[in-house]
């Protein structure tokens, strides 16, 4: 996973203020230097330390007497020039701040990271998701632009992960023919199994776009996640497997099978939940894009896992 810093968009001539100046005072000097950074004022101390900071809206509607240490937030967020720039993308958007100050391991102000490179990178990062998300290389400046490439050069950055998912359908069909007894006992467990694999598919991706993007901006535990996403799942699975369970039942005339499929939606749909956003987080975890667990590698998994929950109900009903 590319890692770029902070230190790459920082902006040092900004709008710095002491502590004890009045807000009058600190205008007065701003127009005087003419930084080429003002949408966040940062007050420091005679040693250049990072006290708090305000926005510039903030500063102008204010009392020209005012002291600068009344007026700052001294709980102003920011950030080092090492740490990697979507963390300060996310940093930003928790607290609803529109630039961060950087400082140094000493609270020394180096300068600002400004709006402009936050929205820069958020795009960024969100279209290099959208493209792994769609089973395509980790993007590069070229990448960027996939949809205007020529074939070859779109194929090759398609194929890798469409590989993997070639010998993921290979070993679902090798799942399938495990059970070719059951299928030959009843034909009819066979009709299920691409509304059984798409919902589950159709479940998972929900969750994978989700947590592709959201586990690099929220502040929440993997546990109380999972537990959330999984309630999720299983919610959904019960309410599909109901509304299947009626037409399978009047169509084939077979209670149980109606009833298998049913619960078999119902088992998928959460496992395919928890497979959504659990894979991300691990990869994460890793050090990997969490873009990776999406697309052509989570479905494949999510297939098998399908198959085999449906066989597996089946049984335990005795068709």
């Not at 993308?89 to 402009?116: C, I, N, Y």
């Amino acid at each position: 996973m590319r890692h770029e810093t902070v230190g790459k968009h920082l902006v040092g001539s900004i709008g710095r203020a002491r502590a004890d100046e009045t807000v009058a005072g600190a205008l007065a000097r701003l127009a005087a230097e003419k930084p080429s950074s003002v949408e966040l004022i940062c007050v420091t101390d005679h040693a250049g330390r990072l006290l708090g900071a305000l926005s510039i809206a903030r500063l102008f509607a204010l009392e020209g007497g005012v002291p600068l240490r009344e007026a700052m937030d001294p709980a102003f967020p920011r950030i080092g020039p090492d740490e990697d720039q979507e963390t300060a993308a996310s940093l930003a958007l928790h607290h609803g701040v529109d630039a961060l100050p950087v400082v140094d391991r000493e609270g020394g102000l180096l300068g600002v990271m400004p709006a402009q490179a936050l929205l820069q990178v958020l795009r960024r990062e969100h279209v290099e998701d959208l493209h792994v998300l769609s089973g395509i290389r980790r993007e590069t400046s070229k990448a960027r632009h996939a949809i205007e490439d020529p074939p070859m050069r779109s194929a090759r950055h398609r194929l890798p992960w469409l590989l993997v998912g070639l010998a993921g359908g290979a070993l679902a069909t090798a799942t399938m023919a495990a059970f070719e007894a059951t299928l030959e006992k009843t034909v009819a467990v066979a009709f299920f199994v691409p509304a059984l694999v798409y919902l589950a598919d159709a479940v998972g991706t929900q969750t994978e776009a989700i947590a592709v993007r959201g586990l690099s901006l929220t502040r929440t535990g993997i546990g109380r996640l999972l537990s959330v996403e999984l309630r999720t799942g299983m919610l959904i699975g019960v309410t599909l497997g109901a509304l299947a369970f009626l037409p399978i039942w009047l169509a084939f005339g077979n209670v149980r099978l109606a009833a298998a499929v049913s619960t078999s939606i119902f088992v998928a749909g959460s496992i395919a939940a928890a497979i959504g956003l659990g894979l991300p987080w691990w990869l994460a975890r890793r050090g990997l894009d969490p873009a990776y667990g999406s697309g052509p590698v989570a479905t494949v998994i999510q297939d098998i896992l399908s198959i085999l929950v449906y066989f597996a109900v089946l049984r335990a009903f005795g068709i």
